[in-house]
């Protein structure tokens, strides 16, 4: 439970920065480029769709499942593993509303800015009825 | 020791502990900042329930928090009795008093009440902490002035050390538990057990006892005026006739308290257990609805069919319309149990006809219907013979709530599937659901089918599909079953979330890059070519992960060919047409880097942090790993 929590907090951080490509010579980048992945549009869009719907996906609802069981069966036994997965997945959430914070900054209070910051006002209130929906 | 042994009379709650659940205790003690007598006064099961590798845990958390845990060598512990301490047990501290009423919750008393209030925001903290006893131990809390610090700021880190401090207490002091004690505890625990729940606006929580000035319909909308909060008992909630037998011991004796061992989110399971005829009965009285349980649990076991059977999928239903999947069961049986149903009388079905009988007339009445059908290879088997569709199913079912008594045999009650709903409004009902979820009351009460399931495997599951009336005015807001609750003793708020319906990263469905066209959005690979694999080596920009995974080129056709790359058309994705041919492979490389780049991305995730945090996530990776996990926990301590 303790490992597929570290792992999820992890690879969620994936979809929220770029990636550099190291070796450009070999796909025909010539080194005047910015060597970003932005270069290559298909690859860059399946690698975001491949790593939230295949990887990132499975691997929340495991976790979620996981910590849900263990609640549920109201035993002490692994109750250091409990805490840790919780605060780990408590402390992805805090590395996500860090990010939509950054990003509100970064756009100064435009349109897309205050859509996030009502998505914050929603976490901080605990009402998610409506980002359930995926 | 034995001097003061001789002289001071022994303490009340003596208990001989062995010498590792000495340590235990002394651990938990020692962290929690308690004396040892008050908290072997508050645990009698310690002698049973824990071992050394709680030992070992709570060392793992006094890690965590700062605290050193010295283990004694045992001759020492062996002639040591449980110190004579001050017997100044502020229990009745936490006792109800009549003022305030307010019920109060045993908090470790490193944490200070005023600021955990502004933390937590979920459960009102009492006024009065446990007092630590032994001031030496207090001052060798080198967490406490930075624990209360950081409480006091209000951050993320206070909360997750109450959440801490609240394991420890949960864990090794269980209030439902105690017995054998002090009146004085006993009526400490007595506080725990009734009581309201009730949440203001902002979403706070208050916990009120039961005879409590604070009323309900204060804080929520409609009070009808009727003051049943004491005569009254909630009948729907916890009551005894919630089980069927009359008690949930007789429930979980008769035959029926096999459905309690279903495995938690087991749908098809709980929907053969809702087909079935159990959820008719709950019109009848107590002692009809014991004895035709009875009755049928003895039937039940007799039904087991052990059968071969096959599930073929159809294209669409033509008698229904809808792009539904219809499926065929074909059910091969030896002919020794055909025909040998019983069936209680009580419940007003007569099997008049044998199944052979039966499986001949709903072939015939649906072969036509769906057209081909797939013969089976069949082996050794008899030949098969199609008994239904699913949906017939659900027409008996609505037949029969109708109140025209449709003839049901063993082979309608092996009906796992469930059909689409054939009334408009109820089907809208269910969407509506579906999208708001239902609340916990509606889903445990079973507001549409009322089945009688223990309490626990109905909370946990998801069961959506269950009608949870909406308030008109507000369709996700408070339910109409809970606001006429709110005059009665209330066990629970109108919730309609559960813990796997959290999202935890960034979900936009939009496409990922600008220049991929909506038509692209799939991410499918492009189909085979020819042209050579490639390796594409990528590193995360913030975090330093580095990967590689195989890049290949795909056929344009002629006309984006054409396209010159100076056009809007022509931009990148035709000048550069690579793809991932094989989402397996990447999705393995992801993973390895994910295990190998651990410490680094851990280093520049946690910078910045708090060193609790980061001794929290040392010792996670530590039990996560044995290998890599214990690498990084070595690179976090030298960093610490």
Redesign the interface.
Known sequence: MVRSALHFWIAARSTESGWIIRNPESLGIGPEHKAKLDEIPYVEHQLTWILRNDFLAPLCAEVLADIQKINASGKADDWLGQFLATFIVLHNYELLVKRQKAFTISRKWTKASEASIKLIQKLLTNDLRHHTQT | MNNREATSPAPKATKQFSVCQYKILKAAAQILGVGVTTLAKLLPKISDAYSLQDFE?LD??ADILGVSIGSEPEAVVASRHTPPEKPELPVQKFLPTNGSNVLHIPSSSIISTSSLSKVSGAVQVPDAPLKVLDPATRSSLSANAELNSLLEQGS?DG??MY??SC?FV??YIDPFNISELDPTIEALTNGFEPGTATEDQ??NWQITSKTSHLKPHELHPVDNGRNDRETAPDPDVFDVSFFPGGSEDAFLQSGWGKYSNIE??NHNDMDLLMSTEMGQMSHLPSHETSQVMDDFSNTWNADVCSGNTEVLLADSTPWLAQPNVATQRIINLPEEQIGHTHIPSTLGITSSHTRDEQLSQTASSHLAKVGDIIPLPSKEYAPMKITYLPQQSFVNKIKKSQGTASKRSKVARQKKLKGPYLDDHLRQQTGNTR???ACIRCQAQKMRESTPYPL?VT??TNRDHLQCIPNPDDP?GICLRCIKQATKTIKAPCL????????????N?T???L??PPQ????D??GASNFPH??????????G??FTFA?QQYPLSEQERSLSPLTPEG???TR?????PN?HE??DS??SC??AD?AK??DR?LTGSNTL?WK??A???K???AND?LKVYSSIQSIL
């Open positions: 845990k793992a958390a993320f909360m997750c959440m801490l394991l949960l864990t902002w979403g938690l989110g999208t708001n979820h626990h909370l946990f996700t309609r979330l559960m813990l796997s319906h959290c999202v935890l990263y960034r979900t469905t496409q990922a890059h220049q991929v692209y959005s799939n991410s690979p492009k490639q390796q594409l080596e990528l590193e995360n920009l913030k975090y992960q580095v890049v931009n990148l994705l550069r047409p690579y793809h991932i989402t990447f999705v992801y993973k994910i295990v651990a991305c851990a995730l945090i929290i996530f010792r996670a990776f039990l996560a790993d996990g």
